[in-house]
């Protein structure tokens, strides 16, 4: 887990965080998740090597006293991190700590002292429904050629099927949503599985890609492809997004994620149930979902300021 440029740590304590690393790996958390709470770690561990002077070891994070935690976030508050950040820090620290006190029996509650950072709650934005069917329509042209074929199939799946990005670009051709695959079973965060229905439109564009794609793709291995064959990265869909929000005149808040939000918001607009549309997501809780109640209700006053004939009057 070392990073260049950083103190290391003592053996034992790196030796504790790899098998957390591990541990996190058999409960199926994401790749995300585990890189961010190494990062988490790794910049606490930085800090403790400054201060002690040397490599911290599992007796000094058995030492550790509210205190310290409290300088390490304004340490970093000071530095620009938002309370995003530092609350998933926390709970970074927090769940470590659970896990030490279950497989090595070595106890601090200090961080349990520590308030977590406010996050403030924004609401979603989602495109409307024209914008939305304007970013998966761009590329219809019968002439595609494999990479915007790509490009299609993976919006459509953000869009119309609602998956998260590293969700769509984890589709291996073992379960790719094909002609005749009308649902996937996708394990999204917390290890968390979900039934999703898959429009046809959905399966004629990954149809088309595989039918295109210049690469061997093995039964196992993700189906997207960058240019030279490995595994599409996120960031690629990304800047694709990013030159339609110029192309098309979208908002800035127009982001691969901002297509999962329409999914959501558009479903709910049409009447679908709010449990439902949290089994779709795959939210572990309803007031996760819920948050879309807010954003309907925000597009339906905004709806009514601009039709209602009284609405303007004073």
């Known amino acids: 887990m070392q990073e260049s440029g950083e103190l290391p740590v003592a053996g034992d304590l790196e030796t504790a965080l ?20 190494e990062r988490d770690w790794r910049q606490l561990c930085d800090w403790l090597a400054h201060r002690l002077g040397r490599a911290p070891a599992l007796a000094d994070i058995r030492r550790l006293e509210p205190a310290t935690f409290r300088a390490f976030l304004a340490n970093r508050r000071r530095l620009g991190v938002e309370n ?7 709970s970074s620290f927090r769940q470590f700590f659970r896990w030490l006190e279950a497989s090595q029996d070595l106890k601090n509650h200090a961080i349990l002292k520590v308030g977590t950072p406010k996050v403030a709650r924004g609401l979603p934005r989602p495109l409307t429904v024209t914008k939305a069917a304007d970013v998966v329509q761009a590329d219809m042209a019968a002439d595609l050629d494999w990479v915007r074929a790509r490009d299609l199939a993976v919006l459509l799946l953000l869009y119309g099927a609602g998956l998260r990005i590293s969700e769509a670009l984890g589709l291996t051709l ?18 968390k599985e979900r039934l999703v229905p898959i429009l046809p439109a959905i399966q004629q564009a990954v149809a088309r890609y595989l039918e295109l794609c210049p690469f061997a793709l093995e039964k196992d291995e993700p189906i997207f492809r960058g240019s030279k064959g490995g595994p599409l ?22 982001t691969p994620h901002a297509l999962r939000h329409s999914f959501a918001t558009h479903l709910l607009s049409a009447g679908a ?9 795959g939210h572990a809780s309803l007031s996760t979902t819920q948050v879309y109640t807010e954003v309907d209700r925000e597009r339906l006053l905004k709806v009514y300021d601009l039709a209602h004939p009284r609405a303007r009057l004073t």
């Open 18 to 37: 790899t098998r957390w690393r591990e541990h996190l790996t058999a409960r199926a958390a994401s790749m995300n998740t585990i890189e961010a709470y």
């Open 84 to 90: 995003r950040s530092l609350a998933r820090s926390m």
């Open 174 to 191: 073992a379960n790719a949503p094909v002609p005749g695959r009308e649902a996937l079973r996708i394990t999204g965060k917390g290890g």
């Open 273 to 281: 149930d709010l449990r439902q549309i949290q089994e779709l997501l």
């Open 233 to 254: 990265s996120p960031r690629i869909i990304q800047l694709l997004m990013e030159r339609l929000r110029g192309a098309l005149g979208l908002p800035e808040t127009a």
